[in-house]
């Protein structure tokens, strides 16, 4: 139990539907993250949060709306999402973001396995 | 992103052996390295950090940085059928870049 939680654990979606992933974080950090794990891919950062700021968007489709209301909480909003969207969508979090410091050390959560039909 | 390598294995080793896990990366800046270890179906877990040049020991874990030579590695002594999981490097940057991930089994 590393103090993230994430909801669902499981999601199965049509393209045309509309969901939403949730992550809270009881560590008190600042930081917050999305990362979307692929079969034998490294893992892929696709959005940060400071502060509850965004401050990283790494090139990711709009399919995917983060948002993050204060530091504890972050959501994922999925739209109309393609069959290669499917993977196992991790929430991190750290105490800070933004330098090689041991601020930088990220605890995941247990991920949802997303799945598009 | 900066690139980070790592040998996909997979790495078998008998219970009792030593692990040797490697990783290269390109950017001579870098500073600090983590280490996660990945259960599958799990999410990765914080096992090491390294922020100097040298060892850090860890329990049965060692990581070793040397930046002359641009490598990180970890080292599990004792190996254990427990230890089987895939092992991931990050780079500590401003944000953190993961390698692939170098799956190890552990033959009891």
């Known amino acids: 139990e590393t103090g993230v939680t994430q909801t669902p654990r499981h999601l199965v979606m049509g393209m045309t539907n509309k969901k939403s992933l949730k992550c809270e974080q009881h560590?008190?950090?600042?930081?917050m993250y999305w990362y979307k794990q692929s079969a034998k891919k490294p893992l892929e950062l696709m959005f940060v949060?400071?502060?509850?700021?965004?401050?990283e968007n790494n090139s990711v489709p709009s399919r995917f709306s983060p948002e993050c209301p204060n530091s504890s909480h972050l959501f994922l909003h999925l739209h109309t999402l393609q069959p290669e969207d499917s993977a196992l969508y991790l929430c991190?979090?750290?105490?800070?973001?933004?330098?090689?410091?041991?601020?930088?050390?990220?605890?995941f959560g247990p991920g949802t396995r997303l799945t598009v039909l | 992103q900066k690139e980070v390598e790592q040998n996909s294995g997979p790495l078998s080793v008998p219970e009792g052996a030593i692990a040797s896990l490697n990783c290269t990366y390109s950017d001579r800046g870098s500073q600090s390295f983590f280490w996660y270890r990945q259960y599958s179906g799990k999410s990765p877990e914080l096992i090491m950090s390294?922020?100097?040049?040298g060892d850090k020991e860890d329990g049965r874990f060692t990581a070793q940085l040397n930046k002359a030579s641009q490598y990180v590695s970890l080292l599990i002594r004792d190996s254990q059928p427990s230890d089987s999981a895939t092992y991931l490097c990050?780079?500590?940057?401003?944000?953190?870049?993961f390698g692939a991930g170098t799956t190890v089994t552990v033959r009891a």
């Open positions: 949060y400071n502060f509850k700021e965004q401050t």
């Open positions: 990050a780079l500590n940057d401003y944000k953190l870049s």
């Open positions: 991190a979090s750290s105490r800070g973001s933004g330098g090689p410091s041991s601020y930088n050390e990220q605890f």
């Open positions: 390294i922020y100097s040049n």
């Open positions: 560590l008190g950090h600042n930081a």
